[in-house]
């Protein structure tokens, strides 16, 4: 019975451990995400987005996770290019441009010259700095712990044999943080209507396998120099969605800037912008992301209901919060009752197992269908304590 328990508390503690959730997967971290969006005259976009990533040496290759087109879009990539850069994110030598192989599928909607393979068998097979693509996900190779070897030997050959001092290796030699950018344009990626031209873009992804900081947003609009200076919340409006905490500003040139410091694994941050349709009059006949209704009223409604049920879902997370807590101080208040009932003996013990392994049961409740960290951490943390004071009791009652 008291391995079965152990077993059971081990596995509960793994599990509920604060932030076990949102734990990084794969060999990187991803420093910084920044996007720059530049809306053009006919409804496209033009993008370029980098990430600053630091790899664990063995790592040989890096997903990346592209937008996926909607219906009647095309993506057309310009280019993707990758750089060691410093602790200041400031690129060290030249970029590489890396190379579209592999070319077998297409992503779904995108142009004919798009075409790329959808797995990532076996990176063997891939030349360095090249890329692919399937299902929206780009598939990068470049060199990161082969790169650190040859740039170390490289510096060791240029050692002369007869130095008898020892090798000074330039920091640069061992970087494994680079910067990786994609170049490319969305076409009919705004929708117009009849009084706005509406932008939705997700800067930061929910599938990305690993916690994103410094993430940033600039969208620049196509705006006519008759409409300057642009009134912020009248002439454009735009919102933000996803964590708590993040900024956003509308410029008097109608530029948009929005910031998160931390967007978790499983978790997204999008910004929602409106402004006028006129502003784009470069609209070819019969697009399909072009529609005869008003929008902007609709749209104001939303992003109100939006909030409402933010609001809605902080209270349900409040509740569901409190109950938990409420389950865990019933159940220590059980096992204290039975301390005090028995004092120190082997039933109190037998006590105050019981009290752990039901903690640990609400604890993996907690982190299976909340998922939130805070809460999960003190289940996990009331649950470890009431074990502890458990082996301070005695396992077996003394005869009389």
């Known amino acids: 019975m008291r391995r079965f328990w152990a077993v059971c508390l081990l596995v509960v503690l793994a599990l509920a451990a604060p932030g076990a959730a949102f734990a990084a997967e794969g060999d990187y971290s991803i420093d910084e995400l920044s996007t720059e969006v530049a809306v053009e005259t006919n409804a496209a976009t033009h993008v370029i987005e980098r990430q600053i990533v630091t790899f664990d040496t063995r790592n040989a290759g890096y997903i990346w996770y592209l937008h996926v087109p909607e219906d009647g879009e095309a993506v057309r990539i310009s280019s993707i290019r990758v750089a060691p850069v410093d602790d200041g994110g400031s690129v060290i030598g030249d970029w590489t441009r890396l190379q579209l192989v592999d070319s077998r599928a297409a992503i779904q909607g995108a142009n004919p010259g798009d075409k790329a393979a959808l797995s990532l068998r076996s990176t063997r097979t891939q030349p360095w700095y090249s890329y692919n693509i399937g299902d929206g996900k780009v598939r990068c190779w470049f060199p990161v712990g082969a790169d650190v070897r040859t740039r170390l030997e490289q510096a060791a050959e240029e050692a002369t044999a007869d130095d008898s001092e020892e090798l000074a290796i330039d920091e640069s030699l061992l970087a494994t943080r680079y910067v990786i950018e994609a170049d490319y344009t969305i076409s009919h990626r705004v929708r117009v209507y009849r009084d706005v031209g509406e932008l939705y873009w997700r800067y930061a992804n929910d599938s990305l396998p690993t916690d994103a900081v410094d993430v940033n947003l600039q969208v620049t609009l196509p705006t006519p120099a008759e409409a300057l200076p642009v009134v912020p919340g009248e002439t454009v409006r735009a919102w933000g969605h996803g964590p708590d905490g993040g900024t956003l500003e509308i410029s008097e040139n109608g530029t948009v800037t929005c910031h998160v410091d931390v967007v978790e694994r499983g978790n997204y941050a999008e910004a929602h912008v409106i402004f006028p349709s006129w502003w784009l009059d470069n609209i070819a006949d019969g697009s399909a992301n072009v529609f005869t209704e008003l929008r902007q009223t609709t749209a104001i409604a939303e992003e109100a209901q939006w909030v409402d049920a933010s609001k809605r879902g902080e209270t349900w997370d409040f509740k569901v919060r409190v ?21 120190r003996s082997a039933r109190s013990r037998r006590a105050l197992v019981r009290v752990a392994a039901t903690l640990g049961i609400v604890a993996l409740g907690a982190q299976l269908f909340f998922r939130e960290p805070v809460t999960t951490g003190l289940l996990a943390a009331f649950t470890a304590i009431v074990a502890a004071a458990s082996l301070m009791l005695p396992a077996h009652d003394e005869e009389a």
């Open 323 to 343: 109950l938990f807590m409420a389950i865990a101080v019933v159940v220590i208040l059980a096992g204290l009752a039975a301390v005090a009932r028995f004092g």
